[in-house]
């Protein structure tokens, strides 16, 4: 059984730092891809950050190039380190794996993704 529990959340200040760490047990599987996803109050999920150790390659929403850090070890951790906070990243991150190839901005669709973990919420104050 696949599980994927998030931690390292929490409460900081504008330009301060979080790291988030996605603890997975793929049941034996090799994703393709995992990554973090956010959730706005009353808004859709969006990609933040994707890492393929099969593809070796990551990727990440605008917004946060330069300032999050997606890495993992093979299929057993993700983490996304996160500088400079803002107050527009407050949010609940959550952690998610697809088994199968997905190409680019394809690669950024929550309805492509098999597993998700329950979320972490990060709160930036000013």
């Known amino acids: 059984q696949v599980q994927l529990v998030e931690s390292g959340g929490g409460l900081v200040q504008a330009g301060d730092s979080l790291r988030l760490t996605c603890a997975a047990s793929?049941?034996?599987?090799?994703?393709?891809?995992m990554a973090w996803f956010r959730e706005f109050p009353e808004k859709e999920r969006e990609f933040v950050a994707g890492?393929?150790?099969?593809?070796?390659?990551t990727d990440y929403e605008e917004t946060v190039k330069g300032r999050f850090i997606i890495s993992g070890e093979a299929s057993n951790a993700v983490y996304l380190q996160m500088d400079r906070l803002k107050v527009e990243d407050t949010a609940v991150y959550t952690c998610a794996a697809r088994n199968y190839f997905c190409a680019s901005t394809g690669c950024h669709l929550p309805e492509v993704y098999d597993y998700w973990g329950q979320g972490t919420q990060v709160t930036v104050s000013s």
């Open positions: 793929m049941d034996g599987k090799s994703p393709f891809i």
């Open positions: 890492i393929s150790w099969i593809a070796n390659k």
